[in-house]
DNA sequence: TCAAAACAAGAGCAGTGCTCTCTAAATCCA
DNA sequence: TGGATTTAGAGAGCACTGCTCTTGTTTTGA
């Protein structure tokens, strides 16, 4: 599931292209003894990235600076540019690594959960997006804020590490709907449009789910409200003071969440 | 109400701003015959912000040049600075246009639904935010999106027109709940934390609402389930096909959040 | 009429992304 | 081992940004 970090943090660094490999890529293409310079340039693209990472935390997206981060590696602006290409190259360098950071921290939230506590796991994703997100403001306004003016992340490379939060959720979801732990008749019953359907159905067969209309339309909304409530919490929404209990708020949240997809629990 | 803001127009607010404020203030403020030279002034801080306005849409926050401004203005760079104290100040400007723009909109939407239409209400409120969302993303990305780096809207200047929606928002829930049309025993019943009660009655006490703590706090989340959904559509979230069908989607959540809110209908 | 206020222009500073050229060092290979 | 080749880094430079300061010019109002 890892395989665009594994990619970034071993191999691939070494042709300053970030390419999405298979695991099985990785370790063929990776013979580890390397040069000393290939070692040198995979060490400084990771300096790079943490960087990179530092500015982002302290000054957000759109002050990222390459020459800022130039100065904090000793070098010269024009130097990086023989790691990354560009500007935008850095971004998606971010964006990746912010995507699998988030990922691990949602699977391995999930995964301290007990298997058939689907309710649990729910609620700990949730939580697990929450945390991150509080603690990496930065990094989640990349991932989910504002798409960045003229920049287009590169598809082939940021859709895997991308969709492993909304692949979890969805996977916790049919999970329970298969262990008869999920209410597909929950209330009040609002019809699906057949446009609507079509899409839904599309999701099905490609995600191979079993769950019906009905919880797939409640699980979308489950995924953007959860996302939403977080939204509005680290971008300042909710006034400064409007919201003392914002722990309790968000816990309540994902209660009623849990309750419209109908997982009970 | 809009003192604030009446504060910074003095002539300015001629100018095609958009304010918050009663006819009363208006026609009392505003003496209308000015000096040319006042009305010139008004005038060309009309043409930066309608400048500004097409440069954020063309281009986004981040890009906001007030030189390309000046450009367009026809003017040099420096000249502008004796109309906008900095790039802030343009945003700001900025800012309390757009959630004018989106006040006015969501008002005359819900306006146009019978009085006793609660659940008609809110889903042409959630329809005007998405509409106005979906044809001026840039603006909605300033209100809703991201925090700009090192930007902080004045709030005294902001926080009336910034609240405009989801004070209209509460309202029609506190309406339908005082006309008996809100079920207030929405199940499942998630039990409400003395922590989070206490910021409900706050919001209570400050918007002069009946409603109790279950639908208030489901209120919130409907209200961020809201914008939740808009900001995933707006801000690419879904991928480029996964959903066709987004208006069946939108509305189909807007039901869902109906339900879940307790407005029947 | 004349001083004061407002205005526009221009130069300038410090910063940005990015390209280009040049030198020095490391690596490869015959 | 020595020469050819590749790579790293430095530096200059271009076009752009926000913003300040000075210098004339125009408009205003008493």
Chains 1, 2 share one sequence.
Not at 28 to 40: L, Y
Not at 169 to 175: E, R
Not at 179 to 184: E, I
């Amino acid at each position: 599931m890892s395989r665009a970090v594994l990619s970034f943090v071993d191999g691939a660094l070494y042709c300053g292209k970030l390419v999405c490999m298979t695991s099985a890529e990785s370790s063929a293409a990776k013979p580890k003894a390397t040069t000393p310079r290939e070692r040198a340039r995979a060490q400084t693209i990771a300096d790079i990235i943490r960087l990179g990472r530092e500015h982002l935390a302290l000054h957000g997206a759109a002050a990222l600076s390459l020459r800022a981060v130039a100065r904090d590696l000793g070098v010269v602006s024009s130097a990086v540019y023989r790691y990354v290409e560009n500007r935008d190259e850095l971004l998606t360098l971010l964006l990746i690594d912010a995507y699998n950071e988030l990922g691990d921290h949602v699977d391995a939230a999930v995964e301290a959960v007990p298997e058939k506590d689907f309710a649990g796991q729910f609620r700990a994703l949730g939580n697990a997006v929450r945390a991150w997100a509080v603690r990496e403001p930065a990094s989640y306004a990349l991932l989910f804020g504002s798409p960045v003016p003229g920049y287009q992340a590169p598809g082939e490379r940021t859709t895997v590490p991308g969709t492993r939060v909304i692949v979890r959720l969805v996977g916790i979801f049919d999970a329970a709907y298969r262990a008869g732990a999920l209410n597909a008749e929950v209330t009040p019953a609002v019809v699906i449009p057949p446009a609507l359907a079509a899409d839904l159905e599309a999701i099905r067969a490609e995600l191979n789910l079993a769950a019906p209309d009905p919880s797939l339309a409640r699980g979308v909304l489950v995924w953007t409200s959860v996302f939403g409530a977080i939204s509005f919490e680290v971008f300042g929404q909710y006034g400064a003071d409007t919201f003392a209990a914002r722990d309790e708020l968000f816990a309540h949240q994902l209660r009623v969440l849990q309750g419209v997809v109908g997982l009970q629990g």
